[in-house]
């Protein structure tokens, strides 16, 4: 089970952070990952991690605004939001996929970020 957090209202130029908490299943062998979409568009893999070796990858466009990280402890993922830009504003997701997998098989709700200009 997944349960998405954190998101709300920001303007434009500001951060938020988005948390995952990951229960019912060990993680060992999955990618949890972060996915977001806009009404219109397909929804995109926002960033991604491993959950064993915190190997990260992230969206070109969001590279160096947006950090992925993760709480084994705690079973916790979290993304760092920064710089924020009004076409951020989407639906965001945690989800699970198992490693090599192609899509992602669970989901969390998700949590609606706004970015006002």
């Known amino acids: 089970q997944l349960q998405a957090s954190g998101g709300g209202l920001v303007q434009a130029g500001g951060s938020l952070r988005l948390s995952c908490a990951a229960s019912?299943?060990?993680?060992?062998?999955?990618?949890m990952g972060w996915l977001r979409q806009t009404p219109g568009k397909e929804r995109e893999v926002v960033s991604s991690i491993t959950w064993s070796e915190g190997i990260t990858y992230y969206a070109d466009s969001l590279r160096g605004r947006f950090t992925i990280s993760r709480d084994r402890a705690k079973k916790m993922v979290y993304l760092q939001m920064n710089s924020l830009k009004p076409e951020d504003t989407a639906v965001y997701y945690c989800?699970?996929?198992?490693?090599?997998?192609?899509?992602?098989?669970?989901w969390g709700q998700g949590t609606l970020v706004t970015v006002s200009s």
């Open positions: 989800a699970a996929k198992f490693r090599g997998s192609a899509e992602y098989s669970f």
């Open positions: 019912g299943r060990t993680f060992t062998n999955y990618v």
